[in-house]
């Protein structure tokens, strides 16, 4: 890991954030053309739920071509997103999303219970994520409900 050489604030951090979550609506691409991966740092760790913690740009670019391979589309509601600010490298996005898995269409709050609803908890340095673990419900289509006596399909 490298020494902190810039210092930023939290809108900075904030910046890097959503510039990394508007890259998955658009496809892994960034407002510039880059990768997403461009946004991390070469040792960055990433954690997605049923996958694991993937280590290093190589490991993130499977783990998003696994995750990725089965999503159609996603958009993420800014607009509705609650940021949680540490006063350190250490910046928590809230929110909601909508979109088309491989096995159905999810939006958040449909059913109340169902995918679209997530939280990330990013570490950001020197204008690199160095850290984002994603917590959410990755059966975005609903599917795995037998195991869940309390949801009741129809």
Request: hydrophobic share 35%; net charge negative; glycine share 10%.
């Given at each position: 890991?490298?020494?902190?050489?810039?210092?930023?604030?939290?809108?900075?951090?904030?910046?890097?954030?959503?510039?990394?979550?508007?890259?998955?609506?658009?496809g892994?691409?960034?407002?510039?053309?880059?990768?997403?991966?461009?946004?991390?740092?070469?040792?960055?760790?990433?954690?997605?739920?049923?996958?694991?913690?993937?280590?290093?740009?190589?490991?993130?670019?499977?783990?998003?071509?696994?995750?990725?391979?089965?999503?159609?589309?996603?958009?993420?509601?800014?607009?509705?997103?609650?940021?949680?600010?540490?006063?350190?490298?250490?910046?928590?996005?809230?929110?909601?999303?909508?979109?088309?898995?491989?096995?159905?269409?999810?939006?958040?709050?449909v059913?109340?219970?169902?995918?679209?609803?997530?939280?990330?908890?990013?570490?950001?340095?020197?204008?690199?994520?160095?850290?984002?673990?994603?917590?959410?419900?990755?059966?975005?289509?609903?599917?795995?409900?037998?195991?869940y006596?309390?949801?009741?399909?129809?």
């Amino acid at each position: 890991m490298a020494l902190t050489m810039q210092t930023m604030n939290d809108e900075q951090r904030k910046s890097v954030a959503i510039e990394y979550i508007k890259a998955f609506d658009n496809g892994g691409v960034t407002s510039t053309g880059g990768s997403i991966l461009d946004l991390l740092a070469d040792d960055a760790q990433v954690f997605f739920p049923k996958w694991g913690l993937a280590s290093g740009k190589e490991q993130i670019g499977k783990l998003f071509a696994d995750v990725g391979s089965t999503v159609k589309s996603i958009t993420h509601d800014y607009a509705h997103f609650n940021w949680i600010f540490s006063g350190t490298d250490v910046v928590v996005c809230e929110g909601t999303s909508h979109g088309e898995h491989r096995d159905g269409p999810w939006r958040s709050g449909v059913p109340a219970w169902g995918a679209g609803n997530w939280c990330d908890v990013f570490e950001i340095r020197d204008w690199k994520i160095q850290r984002v673990y994603i917590y959410l419900d990755p059966d975005y289509a609903g599917r795995d409900t037998s195991r869940y006596p309390w949801l009741v399909t129809d």
